[in-house]
């Protein structure tokens, strides 16, 4: 995964459309993050879209090389397409890439080590190398780039692009295939990668002429990065890979049908009626997702002009902090029973850069059934596609945020509006059901781990997770400050996702804590990339919450099949005193230090001593498989159908 900025400026100008349109005049940046935890590392500027109305056709401009790029060839020095490959990252502001080699890539891998610009940090599986592309991307905003070769290399990264997919992070993966006359012969580590992975890439490319490396990488981050970011793979065979050609670096793109569906600016009169709706509102909610997150800075302005509380998914964590008096913290299905009581009697809901998803939703039809409800979001597919919005706008919703706020501003709204009301309500919800957990003797509660790790990070951690109860619980026990905090497998929900991602995070942010809270079944999963933290010196922080058992299939089976235990044991059925397996063990053998906390007495100073070693270092929490996550509405219920108590101590 490639630390990569793209650096092309496109300009189009779009032929006129009916004067009934009033959008006649747009300027949009697309969605880089504001919020590079490492700005000083790399000067890299924007992709930007200028697009206006006139009477010509429409023109797209060819696409300039990166400002002051210098190449390691002459000007028409022949080079192999390996290296055409190789200078088309760099000239798109790469700096790191995960890249595992196969005999399909070592093209790329060759001239990968004659680049002086681009660190490729080696995996030691393909899915732990496009998860880690992942991690860097979703904590820096920039693109992440991952490369596999042909067959069973390319296919295991079929998980990271799903979850790329539906968690709309910008990722270019590459692969190598076979030389083209054997494509199509069931040749040796032969799979048609790009009808593989069509539908759950934005986009992919075979590439076919030598010639076109440099267009379709140009292509490829543009794509990644605009409109609703989103995975794009290159399949690149070997025998392209060794062509030797003088590459063109002025290729025009082939996207005016894409560039021509990108969403237009706010129509102004839309603005304005979302403002008069929440001047008649009496009890507002703000649904924050994961669309949110480039536009912190607006949606902090807007609640602080308007008062409305905000509500997050979980891929919206960060987007507004949780600690603030505003803010709900998480709504869903493990949410905060006062988020999802303010969402079941709000009057009108702002969804904003969400996709009403079935663990937030749960039964669509009793789902804020009292409310209007106003959905902005940039990927038009999503509007109206589980609940039909009152009011909608396609578009980018910090253009969007920003005139809306321009209008509160503009007009002294914000003295008009008072929810004082509601806000004690949803106060008084906040009284009657705090987020809690019950005790185990002198047994470490994971919660209170979570918590513990908070208060000694001062809530500035980078925090991953894999999937299950840790997760929820780092969802909840966390205080989330700022956007790209919050790194987790939301959509797919891909176990063993945690500790590259951490990897990845550790790569885009040198300088930041990372911490990945994980759980014993997810870790397995990835557990061989101790080995890549180790050689590549990242100080990967593991916080291990250890019950031997896949935890929340353990929860569902206390709670609706009667604690009958169906494979979800890890440990060693013939011990189940011992911890099994040592994952101190794990850590040993690649040289990376460890230690096992048991009682809820000694953990804060091991929390305190892992973050105080140099380098690596993972904590295994020994903590009761019997807790539950809660609040918890099962699967297609309702508010009416939440559940605050219980553990896998009491029968159901």
Known sequence: ?????????????????????????????????????????????????????????????????????????????????????????????????????????????????????????????????????????RSSGLPGVCIATSGPGATNLVSGLADAMLDSVPLVAITGQVPRRMIGTDAFQETPIVEVTRSITKHN???????????????????????????????????????ISVPNWDQRVRLAGYMARLPKAPFQPH??????????????????????????????????????????????????????????????????????????????????????DDRVTGKLEAFASRAKIVHIDIDSAEIGKNKQPHVSVCGDLKLALRGINQILESQGIQSKLDFGAWREELNEQKRRFPMSYKTFDEAIPPQYAIQVLDE??????????GVGQHQMWAAQFYSYKRPRQWLTSAGLGAMGFGLPAAMGAAVANPDATVVDIDGDGSFMMNVQELATIKVEKLPVKILLLNNQHLG?????????????????????????????????????????????????????????????????????????????????????GSFDDVITEGDGRISY
Request: a neutral charge.
């Open 205 to 243: 490319y075979l590439v076919l002429d030598v010639d076109d490396i440099p267009r379709i990488v140009n292509e490829a981050f543009f794509l990644a990065t605009s409109g609703r970011p989103g995975p794009v793979l290159i399949d690149i065979p070997k025998d392209i890979q060794q062509q």
């Open 456 to 465: 000694l990070t001062n809530g500035d951690a980078i925090i991953s997770t």
């Open 552 to 636: 929340m299939v353990v929860q569902w089976e206390d709670r609706f099949y009667k604690a009958n235990r169906a494979h979800t044991y890890l440990g060693n059925p013939a011990n189940e005193k011992e911890i099994f397996p040592n994952m101190l063990k794990f850590a040993d053998a690649c040289g990376i230090p460890a230690a096992r906390v048991t009682k809820r007495a000694d953990l804060r100073a091991a929390i305190q001593k892992m973050l105080d070693t140099p380098g690596p270092y993972l904590l295994d929490v020994i903590v009761p498989h019997q807790e539950h996550v809660l609040p918890m509405i099962p699967a297609n």
């Open 1 to 137: 995964m490639a630390a990569t900025a793209a650096k092309a400026a496109f300009t189009t100008t779009i032929p006129p459309l009916s004067s009934s349109n009033p959008n006649h005049v747009f300027r949009t940046t697309l969605p880089f993050s504001t919020h590079s935890n490492n700005p000083s590392k790399l000067q890299l500027r924007s992709l930007k879209i200028s697009a206006s109305i006139s009477n010509s056709p429409q023109k797209i401009t060819s696409l300039p090389s990166t400002e002051h790029f210098i190449s390691r060839f002459a000007l028409n020095e022949p080079r192999k397409g390996a290296d055409i490959l190789v200078e088309a990252l760099e000239r798109q502001g790469v700096t790191n890439v995960f890249a595992y080699p196969g005999g399909a890539s070592m093209e790329i891998h060759q001239a990968l080590t004659r680049s002086k610009t681009i660190r490729n940090v080696l995996p030691r599986h393909e899915q732990g190398g496009i998860f880690a592309a992942e991690g860097y991307a």
């Open 271 to 356: 603005l304005e009626q979302i403002v008069r709706l929440i001047m008649e509102s009496k009890k507002p909610v703000l649904y924050a997702g994961g669309g949110s997150l480039n536009s912190s800075e607006e949606l902090r302005r807007f609640v602080e002009l308007t008062g409305v509380p905000v509500a997050s998914t979980l891929m919206g964590l960060g987007s507004y902090p949780t600690s603030d008096e505003n803010s709900l913290q998480m709504l869903g299905m493990h949410g905060t029973v006062y988020a999802n009581y303010a969402v079941d009697k709000s009057d009108l809901l702002l969804a904003f850069g969400v996709r009403f």
